[in-house]
RNA sequence: GGUCUCGUGGCCGAGCGGUUAGGCAGAGGUCUGCAAAACCUUGUACAGCGGUUCAAAUCCGCUCGAGACCUCCA
């Protein structure tokens, strides 16, 4: 059998879920819309990566040569719907004094770092906007000569008008285009565009505007979807496998390339739409504009007023793998904490699971549980469900260790081949806590010490002595447990 | 207003026509000097009202409620 064959994914664009199936295995295209970096990500920016981390992951774990382009945009993105908003990163570095790339590289450090502690796999290109002028612009030609778009002074835009004749403009969001129409609002008064849905995909720089480059239509900058058209053309081709990002962008953005890449190369971009749900806060979605959104350094040392403690980012990342990607997933102390519980029991068992002793035989089917966990990815990567069978291996491994259980050697060894696969390799989460015996070898000495004095006196019975050293060492901030192996202990 | 999604036990969250989801919290028990951990047992939930069906949380309709997109946001 081959598990591979199996996977299925929710494609926006057909709205159901369908067989994957690569346009040349084993290699497979994988685009994904990365941040904006004019400010830090908060934490639903980071839910976004994370699941399609998980999908990366896997994907590699099934064996697909897989090139995962992620962006980085840092140029453009007019401020509003007006084509003279802010330019973000103009805006944002005059408020602060300094130049745009300061801007761009603060924050795209401050991903990286971000990223780096929820121990996602970086992308195999990160292609920026601002180092993609030159696409863009060759790509904006092409949509100008090829009649979709149109130049009004030294602005470029779209002609979804032109475009619909031909072409499902809403094919993505399933909208009727006289519907769009209606809904869209009434633009400011003297508007270059011809019509209301048009979109800029060279946008004149005003003597203001810092970041300018020029054009064939004069000096400034590109319009905000046309960098993402162009880079995915460019490095995975003007068809791909698998397209990604957020939900919110989905009606705009994604609808646009779509438009751009059908009038330029009269090719479809993707063959499948994969999109995320939001993170939301008491039922409302987290973003920068609501204020309700709090950073990851907030997150991790609790330094916020909706945080009753800080939360390890891998304890973070398990809360997210609880949900399925396509659910909005709603943010709550109550919530984290349960996580961050279960989070430690998993990795408790996986740390028991490599001194389980073997039997003649097995109490559990251990190939029917690493059967389920790829049927779970299969579908669509369910991880939730995941989680769940996962946790039937924690039972049965702690009912093995604790006698009640038995396993054989070659079960254990498909047992901890398929835990460690989806826990580690999978679901990229990482052991929390290095601080237990290693590195500091004169708090593994003291300890060991106290721990020989406090045996000592539990077995002259001398409980009021043990008891008082537990008590002392937890009020110092470390825990200790008795087991039939002896003490163990571990910083809290 | 238009398009769409969702409403599951104390909390979080799967399931989407018939089988135990799972985690956290709670209750009882085993083990233990005590504690912790671990294990076992336990709750019979699907917004409301109709309908289809042998059978519905799961399909259809209506009502109520929440949210998203339509405007920058992952």
Redo the contacts with the bound molecule.
């Keep these: 059998m081959n598990i591979k064959q199996e996977l299925s994914l929710y494609n926006t664009l057909t709205r159901k879920k369908e067989k994957f199936e690569p346009l040349s295995p084993p290699f497979v295209g994988l685009y994904v819309?990365g941040?904006?970096v004019y400010s830090d990500v908060h934490l639903?920016?980071c839910?976004?990566f994370i699941s399609f981390d998980l999908i990366y992951r896997y994907l590699l774990h099934l064996g697909y040569k897989v090139r995962y382009v992620r962006n980085i945009t840092d140029a453009g993105?007019?401020?509003?719907?007006r084509d003279e908003g802010d330019d973000k990163f103009a805006k944002k570095a005059r408020l602060e004094q300094v130049e745009p790339m300061e801007i761009v590289q603060r924050y795209t450090l401050g991903f990286h770092e971000v990223m780096r502690a929820f121990n996602t796999l970086p992308p195999s290109i990160e292609p920026t906007a601002t180092g993609h002028i030159c696409e863009q612009i060759e790509m904006t030609k092409k949509i100008i000569e090829n009649g979709y778009a149109y130049e009004v002074n030294g602005s470029v835009y779209f002609d979804v008008e032109k475009y619909t004749r031909e072409h499902n403009y809403g094919e993505l969001?399933?909208?009727k285009l006289e519907?769009?129409l209606e809904?869209?609002?009434e633009l400011g008064g003297q508007d270059e565009k011809k019509g209301r849905l048009d979109f800029a995909l060279w946008i004149k720089a005003k003597p203001e505007h810092l970041m300018r480059w020029p054009s064939p239509w004069g000096w400034g900058f590109p319009g905000?979807h046309i960098e993402c058209s162009a880079m995915s053309t460019k490095y995975l081709g003007e068809t791909f496998d698998l397209h990604g990002?957020?939900?919110?962008?989905q009606?705009?953005?994604h609808t646009n390339e779509i438009a751009q890449s059908r009038a330029c190369s009269h090719q479809a971009p993707a063959k499948y739409w994969l999109h995320?749900n939001?993170?939301t806060v008491n039922?409302?979605?987290?973003?920068?504009?609501a204020g309700n959104g709090f950073l990851p350094e907030e997150l991790f040392t609790g330094n916020h007023p909706l945080l009753e403690k800080g939360y390890a980012p891998m304890s973070v990342r398990f809360f997210m793998m609880?949900?399925?990607y396509r659910?909005?997933?709603?943010f709550?102390n109550?919530?984290l904490?349960?996580?961050e519980?279960?989070f430690a029991?998993l990795m408790?068992a996986v740390k028991t699971m490599t001194q389980l002793k073997t039997s003649s035989s097995s109490t559990s089917n251990i190939q029917a549980l690493t059967d389920q966990c790829y049927a779970a990815m299969n579908d669509d990567f369910?991880s939730?469900?995941l989680?769940?069978h996962l946790?039937e291996a924690?039972?049965i491994i702690?009912?093995v260790?604790?006698g009640?259980e038995s396993i054989t050697t070659e079960d254990l060894k498909l047992l901890q081949q398929t835990v460690n696969t989806f826990v580690f390799e999978v679901m990229g989460l990482k052991s929390e806590q290095e601080n237990q015996g290693t590195g500091n070898k004169a708090l593994d000495t003291v300890m060991s010490l106290i721990l020989a004095q406090r045996d000592e006196a539990?077995k002259r019975k001398d409980?009021a002595v043990?008891?008082q050293i537990r008590d002392l060492l937890l009020a110092g901030g470390i825990s200790?447990?008795?087991?039939k192996e002896g003490t163990v202990w571990q910083l809290n």
């Excluded at 993105?77 to 719907?81: A, F, K, V, Y």
């Excluded at 990002?245 to 962008?249: A, F, Q, V, W």
């Design positions: 819309c941040p904006t639903g920016n839910r976004t993105h007019l401020e509003g719907d969001t399933n909208r519907d769009l809904n869209t609002r905000w990002g957020g939900m919110d962008l009606a705009t953005h995320t939001m993170l039922g409302v979605r987290m973003s920068k504009s609880q949900t399925h659910s909005t997933l709603d709550s109550e919530a904490q349960a996580a519980k279960g029991k408790n369910n939730p469900v989680v769940a946790f924690v039972r702690n009912s260790n604790d009640k539990k409980f043990s008891d200790i447990k008795d087991t």
